[in-house]
């Protein structure tokens, strides 16, 4: 850097310590700058990279090789030139019907005949209890990647003889469509997902205008007097309360003495005798009690935002309170309630406790029907699989995270996206 | 203290006074406004003259913890009786403020929003044609209407917001500040306004700007601060009497630029 020439008046005065002083004053403060600005920049690489470790470790588990074992040898059933989809489904009845024992065959004709089912579903009837295949050990992505040889040793001296190696995809179509499975190869998420979506509709059904009214009263009609700060003190402390204290919250009140409502034994959905309270409607309750904080002060802060210039000229003209909240205020803080509604409810979607608390089971293979229906979650799921013994379950526990992390993404797109349109109408 | 309003006026000020909290903003005020004259509200910073002209059409009353004492009769009634609706108050006494706020809508839609809000059942298009004829704005904007309000430059959004009061067909116009904020054309397009409307319309100006305040201006009012920092009214009359000989020194002292 070329030094300015010092012309008169330009020269630093004494004051000021005379022109060298100056100038280490200056090059001392530019190096103080350039430690904050490292320091932020550190903060910001620490944060990212801890990102990036969680989602390669989700990654990591999904994906890899499992050694199989197959009670029988497809090729045994099918013969050497065909696949198991070209059989025709008299054939596969007749696989079904030999290699299975009669009381398992009845049990599946009484679901629903043999005869009755499409060929997609008795292939699967044979794959997953003919072939049978059993997982000896599975691996995740980085050892399948980075030590095949150790693998292919394994399967070759150690594993029993049969044992075949594949690369498997856990998170595949069928995972997201197929029900809970005591059979890691077999287990799906198709009731946990709908479950979850139940529990988001619920909750942002009754969170959104419970939420977004509150904060309107309390932004735009209460006084400021000591009752209203006292209940602006609580709701933004009741937005720190642990989720548990929600759950016994839900589980006392939603549950037990609503457990008549809550079951749906009010209109007869079902019979008084086992009626329980335990359903997806006490969970979406629960849930939304537990962001409805979240939504307010979101929403207050939202209503806030909006200038007092435009309330000041909407009652300048005339309007009335409503008015003026109805045309200028709320259209004008949407998008923000919108954002942090939506925010907020993807938070209570990877809530675990307090819906485990109001019931959520962890083995259940029967969708959601409808408010009254037993239910389990994403979460619930995730922590069950988790906890079990067998590894090839981490690996199903993985796929279940990526299908939730994907769910609550793109509810963080929708959030971004109508913000954006909202916005763009209201600036057009 | 004042001299004696040659007609009746729309607008009288009884003995107001006007608190936020335990300040007392503003010190007994007595004067009065007269149908289509332009009465302009002078003097230093903080003594009171934007808080007069919020209690003429009650938007005072917006802000938390205040209170108003005294009367403003319009029409010789007093606005502050408990049978008024504030609402219908400041429908036939409209507002401009210093900043330009026009609602982040179309053009066409910041005119009629509060003749619409207020029932108006004539033609809308109509109205938003004659609302910015009588603000000069229509030849600059009637191929732009769906526009939205906030891409026109300073001067043009205030006289939107003009022409939005206008729309609303009150019988005073109150403007705080209404050019500070603008260029001196905008100004002075501003300026010429003030003139046209006052054919039709009562207007109470405040301003800082001692040379708008005298070439706008039919009747002046000079207020100050007192030693309690309330806010008083110093002297009121014809512009030329507040300009070229006013009674009080305070007066004369401000005018030719002394302090304030």
């Known amino acids: ?428 | 203290m004042s001299n004696e309003p040659t007609s009746t006026p729309i607008i009288e000020i009884r003995n107001l006074s006007f608190c936020y909290g335990d300040f007392q903003a503003l010190e007994n005020v007595n004067m009065s406004f007269v149908k289509n004259e332009v009465t302009a509200l002078i003097g230093p910073s903080g003594c009171g003259k934007s808080t007069v002209l919020r209690t003429i059409d009650r938007m005072n009353e917006l802000i938390p913890e205040t209170r108003t004492e005294g009367e403003v009769l319009f029409h010789g009634k007093n606005i502050y009786d408990d049978d008024v609706d504030p609402v219908e108050i400041r429908r036939r006494i409209g507002i401009v403020f210093q900043k330009p706020n026009p609602f982040p809508k179309s053009i066409h839609d910041n005119i009629t929003w509060g003749a619409r809000i207020n029932g108006y059942r004539g033609d809308m298009d109509e109205l938003v044609e004659i609302s910015l004829k009588r603000t000069a704005l229509w030849d600059e904007v009637k191929d732009k209407l769906k526009q939205n309000a906030l891409r026109l430059s300073g001067g043009q959004q205030q006289r939107l917001c003009i022409a939005r009061t206008l729309a609303v067909q009150p019988e005073i116009i109150l403007m705080d500040e209404p050019a500070s904020a603008l260029d001196p054309i905008s100004t002075s397009k501003i300026e010429d306004l003030i003139y046209e409307l006052k054919q039709r319309y009562t207007i109470i100006i405040v301003t800082h700007n001692m040379q708008q305040a005298g070439r706008v201006s039919d009747k002046t009012a000079f207020f100050m601060v007192n030693d309690a920092r309330s806010g008083y009214l110093v002297e009121w009359g014809s512009t030329e009497e507040i300009f070229f000989s006013p009674r009080d020194p305070k007066t004369e002292a401000y005018i030719s630029g002394r302090f304030g």
Request: glycine share 6%; charged share 15%.
């Open chain 1, 1 to 428: 850097m070329s030094l300015l020439p010092i012309t008169q008046g330009a020269e630093a005065t004494e004051e000021f310590g005379g022109v060298d002083a100056t100038r280490r004053n200056i090059s001392r403060r530019r190096r103080i700058s350039v430690v904050w600005k490292m320091t932020f920049y550190l903060a910001t690489a620490i944060a990212v990279s801890a990102l990036v470790v969680l989602l390669l470790t989700i990654i990591n588990g999904a994906f890899g090789f499992v050694a199989v074992k197959n009670s029988i040898d497809p090729v045994l059933l099918t013969g050497p030139d065909r696949s198991m989809n070209d059989l025709s489904d008299a054939e596969l009845i007749t696989i079904i019907e030999e290699n299975l024992s009669s009381g398992l065959v009845r049990r599946y004709n009484s679901e629903k005949p043999l005869t009755d089912r499409n060929s997609a579903d008795l292939v699967a009837i044979v794959r997953e209890r003919v072939v049978a295949p059993e997982i000896i050990e599975s691996w995740n992505l980085a050892a399948s990647l980075f030590q095949p040889g150790v693998i292919q040793k394994y399967v070759d001296q150690e594993a029993p003889s049969g044992t075949t190696l594949e690369f498997r995809v856990w998170l595949t179509p069928q995972f997201l469509v197929r029900p809970q499975s005591p059979d890691a190869q077999f287990a799906g998420v198709r009731t946990a997902v709908l479950g979850s979506i139940w529990l988001i509709l619920i909750t942002a059904v009754v969170a959104f205008p419970l939420g977004v009214g509150a904060a309107i009263y309390l932004e735009e009609y209460a006084e400021d007097n000591w009752i209203n700060r006292i209940i602006q003190v609580n709701i933004s402390n009741l937005a720190g309360v642990p989720s548990i204290i929600y759950g016994l919250l839900g589980l006392a009140v939603f549950v037990r003495f609503f457990g008549p409502v809550t079951s749906g034994a009010f209109i007869g959905v079902t019979t008084t005798t086992d009626a329980t309270g335990r359903t997806v409607l006490s969970a979406g309750l629960t849930l939304a009690l537990l962001v409805l904080p979240i939504i307010i002060i979101s929403a207050q802060e939202a209503i806030r935002a909006v200038p007092q210039s435009m309330r000041d000229s909407s009652y300048g003209l005339g309007a009335t309170k409503w008015q003026t909240i109805r045309h200028h205020v709320l259209p004008n803080s949407l998008d923000r309630i919108l954002t942090g509604t939506i925010l907020a409810v993807s938070r209570a979607v990877g809530e675990t406790a307090p819906i485990m608390l109001v019931g959520a089971s962890t083995v259940i293979l029967t969708d959601p029907k409808g408010l009254f229906s037993q239910f389990t979650a994403l979460p619930i799921q995730i922590w069950q699989w988790t906890a079990r013994p067998q590894t090839e379950f981490r690996n199903v526990a993985a796929a279940a995270i990526l299908v939730l992390l994907v769910l609550l993404l793109s509810m963080n797109a929708f959030a971004i996206v109508s913000r954006d349109r909202i916005r763009k109408r209201r600036l057009l």
